[in-house]
């Protein structure tokens, strides 16, 4: 009690991590909907990784002076790095994920072991962006500024309204694409709108919270979701909830037992999916035993 | 009225990317017409229906769908249940609203009376009292009936069917043909059926289309599924 009083104080110097971590926790699952659907849960594992070999790009040609170090710049450097990087990937993965040819777990596996070990080398190489991009690594949400919350704030807004308007589109090219066409719908317009957003919620989850929370907050929540969901309203509004509700008791637990946010929110978020699952079982295991029994 | 093209075919080639499947496809589907295509196992039925549809490019050759009262087509689908991911947890209902993207436009709502259309396309197939439920949990028969709302539901000018009656039970068989019958005659729906089974095409299609061995045979069912006509294209299969 304790603790959220003083998470809830107006003068409490976390107040931007938390908001930050609700926003991730709440906007995340509603895009990673779409990846849980179209069976693309590789691609939520490899794209962050993506996105942070970009930030260690950005940061890495800023050390070797082959850009500018404009005082304050960092967020912005690092959200050009994460997004051109992300953007293009995820487009060129889901172009070879529709033409279905070759492995695609095997190119998925392959960009991310990838995109892991050049992390690691470009971070090596830059000692000035070392000790913050270990952090962020690790999912270290503290010094979070104003301007970094109200761009987040943005993108993310931007974001889910774009959802929210075109949700019937994205949801008849995603199930059944043939049916799209016959309907006279820009597939491909509309798939690259959706991987847009994918890559772009991506790119600001991973510079917010790292890549290990964002890859959590995008698939855990709706493979909780997708067991209770019985409509795609229920879906995208139970995971956007369970991501919210685990974003802020996971961050009220972090600050109480002096945790790292981001690994105590995905440890909190693989709990509900284990008390979730067991439920769902428990239920269906009654179920069954009451319609045997009548 | 009913004399009126509503497509033809002048020497299309159908397959996909460079693998040719029907080097030479010419026919015409007059409008009201009730069409069967048939054909064996891997003869190109659903590659030239999807070619029909606009689904894969046709290779060569021109196709055309000639406008009605000055508009391109309203084209109704109904594809393989099976090529419907179950992963989506999407109410029956929810499938039959998605015909009303064609007519609502990007970022615009649903309204009420195309809620209630959908309502009345799944009364219309039987299905009614699917609507809350998981599509995903259906039976087979209740799927197609669902999936049959669904292309009423585009209000098409021209419903093309993949195999609605694969793989279930003879009484859903017969209820699926029905409502088929049914609109076929009472709207003179033009239909085109895509299926492997003589018996169905026989009892309700006027006319047919049957994929054998490359080629493409059209005709009325009387003459082309005549006795003497099927015993001479088997024959020939055997030989």
């Known amino acids: ?294 | 009225m009913t004399d009126e093209l509503l497509l033809s075919l002048d020497h299309v080639a159908v397959g996909y990317g460079r693998r040719v499947i029907l080097p030479d496809v010419s026919l015409s589907l007059r409008r009201g017409s009730f069409t069967g295509l048939l054909g064996a196992n891997g003869s190109g039925k659903s590659t030239l229906l999807k070619t029909v549809l606009g689904i894969l490019p046709s290779l060569q050759g021109r196709m055309a769908l000639n406008p009605i009262d000055g508009r391109t087509p309203v084209l109704g689908y109904m594809p393989q249940r099976e090529s419907l991911d179950p992963i989506y947890p999407l109410s029956s209902f929810e499938v039959v609203l998605m015909a009303a993207c064609g007519r609502v436009g990007p970022g615009r709502f649903i309204n009420k009376s195309e809620h209630g259309f959908a309502r009345q396309c799944l009364a219309e197939t039987g299905a009614a009292d699917l609507a809350a439920k998981p599509f995903s949990q259906l039976s087979g028969g209740q799927k197609q009936r669902v999936l049959m709302a669904r292309a009423l539901a585009t209000r098409p000018d021209f419903l093309l069917l993949d195999e609605p009656t694969a793989g279930i039970d003879a009484h859903a068989t017969q209820a699926i043909m029905g409502v088929l019958k049914t609109i076929h005659a009472q709207r003179r729906q033009t239909i085109l059926l895509v299926s492997h089974d003589l018996t169905t095409v026989r009892q309700y299609a006027a006319d047919v289309i049957w994929l054998h061995g490359g080629k493409v045979l059209h005709g009325a069912v009387s003459e082309l599924l005549s006795r003497d006509k099927i015993e001479e294209l088997l024959d020939l299969e055997f030989r």
């Not at chain 1, 301007?147 to 994205?170: N, P, S, Y």
Request: charged fraction near 15%.
């Open chain 1, 1 to 294: 009690m304790d603790t959220l009083r003083e998470i809830f104080s107006p003068d409490f110097l976390l107040r931007n991590s938390i908001y930050i971590s609700l926003l991730v926790g709440l906007v995340c699952p509603l895009v990673g909907v779409y990846l849980i659907l179209r069976r693309l849960i590789f691609m939520g594992v490899a794209l962050p990784q993506i996105s942070s070999c970009g930030i260690a790009f950005a940061f890495a040609l800023q050390a070797w002076g082959i850009i500018p170090h404009i005082h304050e710049s960092e967020h912005s450097l690092a959200f050009i790095g994460s997004t051109l990087f992300t953007i293009p990937t995820i487009l060129l993965l889901s172009l070879l994920v529709r033409r279905g040819s070759g492995s695609v777990e095997g190119r998925l596996g392959t960009v991310y072991v990838l995109a892991g070990a050049w992390s690691i080398l470009l971070l090596v190489t830059n000692p000035l962006g070392e000790h913050g991009l270990l952090d962020m690594l690790k999912g270290e949400i503290i010094a979070v500024s104003d301007a970094d919350l109200a761009g987040t704030a943005a993108t993310f807004g931007a974001v889910v309204l774009i959802i929210f308007f075109f949700r019937k589109e994205f949801l008849l090219v995603s199930f059944d694409r043939d049916m799209a066409i016959t309907l006279k719908k820009n597939v491909i317009f509309w798939d690259a709108l959706l991987f847009l957003l994918i890559g772009l919620t991506i790119s600001m989850a991973v510079l917010s919270v790292g890549p290990l929370v964002a890859f959590g907050f995008l698939l855990m929540p709706p493979l909780i979701a997708h067991l209770f969901g019985r409509n795609m309203r229920q879906f995208a509004l139970i995971a956007s909830g369970i991501g919210g509700c685990s974003a802020f008791v996971g961050f009220c637990v972090a600050y109480r037992l002096d945790y790292p946010v981001g690994p105590t929110d995905v440890a909190l978020l693989g709990v509900v999916y284990f008390l979730c699952f067991a439920a769902k079982k428990l239920w269906l295991l009654c179920r069954h035993e009451a319609v045997q029994q009548s």
